[in-house]
């Protein structure tokens, strides 16, 4: 740590590129993830155990999460979606083990994630709608509105990676000053605390990616609706 920042340590060096354990905690955790998607769904049953259970809970969840907002896009939008809030989720809650630090504490991870949002979000745009009608909508309702449609883009993408950022290293730095004052006096509300608290950013950051997304992909439709009602009066 310097000067209040939480500095990733650089564990190896490919040439000149630095692999900090940011980079190596991230992988890890997308390993785990692909691995346990991988051996779960290897052997689906009719009647299943608790594992499964617990696995179509999660996803009946985001489904449902998914339909509350976009509801004729969740079969578009469930594996970006369900994916990253995992991996929010694990990250998060990684800061718990022993000697590793949680990846969205550092403000690389956290920018890199709002910028794979960002471009989710034209990239389903383009996807559904093609490359026209949905550039088109940065017009609308007038040309002179595009200049702030971009500004729009660019500092909602920023706030995404900064608002979890300093709330996570805000977190492990209040857990960590605690614990040199209070020694292990109070480590299970501290424990309590964190947990709640990644939970929480990691159910943030998802929600608002979503109705980043959905708003891309429903922006014609809405486009059009407006066109249909204008035409019938």
Partial sequence: MENGVIIADVVFQLGPIQITNTVVTTWVIMGAIAVFSWLLTRRLQIQPGWVQTAAEGV???IEESIRGIAPRYVDHLLPFVGTLWLFLI?????????????PTR??????????LVFLSVHWFGI???????????????SPIMLPFHIISEITRTIALAVRLFGNMMSLEMTALLILLVAGFLAPIPIL?????????QAYIFG????????GGLQSQQL??????????E
């Avoid at 929600?207 to 959905?214: K, N």
């Fill in 192 to 200: 309590m605390l964190h947990i709640i608290e990644a939970l929480v």
């Fill in 127 to 141: 996807r559904t709608q093609g490359v026209k009608s949905y550039l088109r909508h940065y017009l609308k309702p």
């Fill in 207 to 214: 929600l608002l990616a979503l109705i980043y997304v959905a």
């Fill in 90 to 102: 694990i990250a998060n809650l990684s800061g718990l083990i022993p000697g590793v630090h949680s």
């Fill in 59 to 61: 996803v009946s969840t």
């Fill in 223 to 232: 486009t059009q609706q407006k066109h249909n009602e204008k035409t019938e």
């Fill in 106 to 115: 550092d403000l690389s991870a956290t920018s890199a994630l709002a910028i």
